[in-house]
């Protein structure tokens, strides 16, 4: 987990190396997004990750709840198979094993924790004018809901995320991740709650 | 005929004059020399070890063409705003400076590289985990990757590296810099205890020779604009510049200034005392044109000689002005105060056994420095001999013809002066006690003398220099190149075992913080031996057991172990230091490898964060390691300035010995008091130095041998004219020009920042003091003959 994390920094940094600011003035497809979304200040729900690797039977099959707080982070908290905790926050990733903290990476010495960070809080929040500068924004909305595909501008990033796309209406519904290698990844989000009395207490403590 | 002779020589030496004066327009306007600074220059070479110079010029030449600058801010975006305002500045001056720059595909590249041999890459601790944890363990965290949020993104397939463990031996190697790629800049930030300020690190290259003057000013040049720019954008930057370059232009810069103030300074001086003296210009002219010739004459020939010379000879040669005097005054003296109907050049004949004398001694003085094993003393002794020859022919050849009798008339000053001479008179008990009182304070001066041989004690770069390398070292934990492993072998492999023998005994020092880490050539290319150990492990303990067990409890199709065994195994190829140094990879890492050398193979393990309080544990660490050895370029060149002191304080005693042969033919019995007062006077500065507690140096001994070529003079000048009240004078005004002119050469030395010049002038100027107060107590026919009466 640690490791991958690290890895992700070195790619996704490295991907970033040649990222200008080559982002469209105005997306009109982010724009109507933008405008459907709800962006309540804590959100919070179940999510369900279907992990289809290639040369595997079956997929792989995960769950726990998630909170998104703005201007906080991100809790994600995997309850099943294996118990885990991963916190992002403007300056550090942490990831806890039971009351353990297996692995804390510092934005101060790793600067792509920041990056890695805002893509998920923005992925989560569906907020697609924060991704504008690292991916192309393409789809289609229709009055109640949305489609939009993300293709990474940078090859080295391609490589590293492959393509994303998303499905949502008042939030995102569900995340879809192809890699390069064959892996596909699915995460469907359920049962949001908003508000204040969203977040259970054991999250709200994370923060 | 015989009137003649003197006439021609003067003629010869004025066409000699003009030779040389030819050769040196030649030199500075048509060749348009420029001295060298290079402060390693004027250390010795050593040829002891070829291997061991080797490794250190393999440190230090990647060191030394490179600039490092840190552009700070409390945000990052005002940091990349003020690095950007100053890269602009650099990208106008590519041709002086280059900046290297970081792509996204050397990044790849380098990826690859290690992807295709990733089954042989194991860390230490991955090591000890396989050989330790059974499989239950890798299968669950495997699958804790598996399920995890992250485990998406990463290099290839997941099944690529299902275990994490190529990960983690990547991690690993990316701790072995805190840089890191940030917005297509590279990125440091100090510790959020220091203020969590974040930089852009700037590598830059410098694309001439950095000890060339003029690339020195360009670079500093340049620098200033861009930090003038940065800041220009950004008010709050912070910018620290670090570079050999930046230390030797500082060096430059202060040697020049002084060769300035000191040299004019002490021409000034001269020109006063004499003027004060003489009441006339022209003695004044006649000396200065002596001691120029002098210069000049010294320039051509060891431009000659050795095609090159450096600043800190020049200094010197300001300083030569003291001695090169000595002539002209001695015979302007004795013109003055001889008898109007003497010749002049019937005064020179009979001047001459004592400006012979007097040129021999001192040469034999300067030749001394000669005998060291620092090039730059040594051409400083060939440049300060010959001024002193060429100033002597000048005084010797020209003198008697320019001087009459009736040029100099003698300011009230002089007729004062020459007659304040003093003697000890009659010798009585009070003053015998005095004498001894006297002794015994030298004595208990000389024991509380202390050495202190640590070339640290002679670097002098500006505090804002040094404070800005050593935050610079701080910020990105990179390794001293001057203190460092080197391991040697007979093959490739045996140097990598080599390393790993000795990265063992580093790694408890890294545990305790005594370094921070180390940087090796075996942490990419781990030896043969090792890579088939990680190979064997990884066999045993992952491919076996937990890769089935894993494939069973995800679910994997009945192919997928095979497959990625197979594909684990078609990377576990060996990986050789070939391979790694002809990758973009290796880049960073170069100047670790000396590779095949004349004697062997040999490599280098740097240390990070190795502070000196902490030396003494680490440089053992190796000890018992075959073909391991701790090289400390400090210490060494310490070591040496040390055996060097030691052994020029012989060379010290035994001038004394070989002028008192030289002299014994002329003055016989009489020969102690000749050296007798340079001698004493050496005795006092060195006791006052251990009063004082002034650590004795190489420099300080070195003074003490030039200081015998100087009062040997006076010895001479004082002994010659002991008989005859009016020549008496003469010596005795003679001395008093040249101690004073001395002191205010070689005084000015002492004000020298450069502290090796310091510890110079400081001894010399308690030394020729000390000659002048008590050279006429050595006067035959005084001191003694009054005791004994």
Sequence with gaps: MKKMLLIVCCVISSALVTT????????????????????????????????????????????????????????????????????????????????????????????????????????????????????????????????????????????????????????????????????????VFSAMQSGDKAMLPEDAALF | MKKNKPTIFAALWAAIVCLLLAHNAYLWIGKRISPDTDIMALLPVQQRDPVLQLSFTHMVDTAQQRALVLVGATDWSEAKRAADAYSEVLKLHADVLQ???????????????????????????????LQERDATYWVESAQRALYSPFSGPKLGAWRDD??????????????????RPRDGALFVADAAANGGRQYVLLSLTIQHPVFEMGTQQAVTKIFDQARAAALAVVPGAELITSGVILHAAAAGEQARGETWTIGLGSILGIILLMWVTFRSIKPILLIVLSIVIGCLGALSICWMLFDHIHLLTLVFG?????????????????RLKADAQLDSTALLRRLMPSLALTLIAAIIGYAGLA??????????????????????????????????????????????????????????????????????????????????????????????????????????????????????????????????NLKQRLDPLVAQHKISGYQAISNWVPSEKTQRGNLALLQGKILSGPLNQL?????????????????????????????????????????????????????????RGLAQSNLAVVQHAGDGLDGVQWVDKVGEISGVLGQYRHYMAWVVTCAYAIVFCLLFGRYRGATWRVLAPAAFASLITLAILGWTHHPVQLFHVLALMLLLGVGVDYGIFMQEKADDANKLSAAWLAIGLSAANTLLSFGLLALSHTPALQAFGVTMLIGIAMVWVIVPLFRKGDAVQSGKG
């Design chain 1, 20 to 187: 200008g600011s080559q982002a469209d003035d105005k997306n009109p497809l982010v724009a109507q997004i933008q405008a459907m979304l709800a962006k309540p200040t804590t959100l919070c729900g179940r999510f369900d990750q279907t992990k289809q690797l290639s040369g595997m039977k079956k997929p792989l099959l995960s769950n726990g709840r998630f909170c998104v707080v703005n201007g906080k982070g991100v809790v994600w908290r995997t309850l099943q198979p294996f118990p885990s905790v991963l916190r992002l926050t403007r300056d550090e990733i942490v990831n806890y094993q039971g009351d353990k903290v297996a692995m804390r990476l510092d934005a101060n010495q790793e600067p792509a924790v920041r990056m890695i960070n805002n893509v998920m809080f923005s992925l989560l929040g569906g907020d697609l004018s924060q991704l504008d500068t690292l991916f192309v924004v393409d789809g289609k909305a229709t009055a109640t809901n949305w489609h939009a595909t993300l293709t990474a501008r940078q090859p080295g990033l391609a490589k590293a995320i492959g393509a994303v796309s998303l499905d949502g209406a008042a939030y995102v519904n569900t995340i879809h991740m192809d890699e390069a290698s064959g892996d596909h990844t699915t995460i």
């Design chain 2, 99 to 129: 900046t290297t720059a970081m792509t996204e595909q050397t990044q790849q590249d380098w990826l690859a590289l290690f992807a295709a041999h990733r089954a042989v890459l194991l860390t230490t601790a991955q090591q000890k985990n």
């Design chain 2, 162 to 179: 299902p275990f994490g463990l190529f990960a983690g031996w990547l991690q690993e190697r990316a701790q072995e810099t805190p840089v």
């Design chain 2, 318 to 334: 300001a300083s030569l002005i003291g001695v090169a005097q000595d002539y002209g005054i001695f015979f302007l003296c004795h």
């Design chain 2, 371 to 500: 005998f060291t094993p620092f090039p730059g003393l040594r051409s400083m002794a060939v440049f300060s001999a010959l001024g002193l020859i060429f100033a002597w022919l000048t005084v010797v050849c020209w003198f008697p013809q320019l001087v009459s009798a009736q040029t100099l008339k003698g300011g009230r000053f002089a007729r004062w002066y020459g007659a304040t001479i003093w003697s000890s008179g009659k010798m009585n008990l009070g003053k015998w006690g005095l004498v001894l009182v006297l002794a015994a304070g030298v004595v208990a001066g000389i024991l509380q003398l202390t050495t202190n041989d640590d070339i640290r004690l002679l670097q002098n770069s500006p505090p804002q220099l040094i404070a800005d390398q050593i935050k610079l070292s701080r910020l990105l934990d990179a390794p001293t190149p001057v203190q460092f492993y080197l391991l040697r072998g007979n093959s490739e492999q045996q140097v990598l075992e080599r390393e790993e």
């Design chain 2, 551 to 607: 494939a069973t409890q995800i679910g994997a199709e009945d192919t997928w172990s095979a497959d990625t065994r197979k594909q684990m195994m078609d990377s576990g190829h060996i990986l050789t230091v070939t391979q790694f140094m002809d990758s973009p990879a290796s880049e960073p890492w170069k100047h670790l490898w000396l590779g095949q050398t004349a004697d062997g193979y040999a490599s280098i393990i740097a240390l």
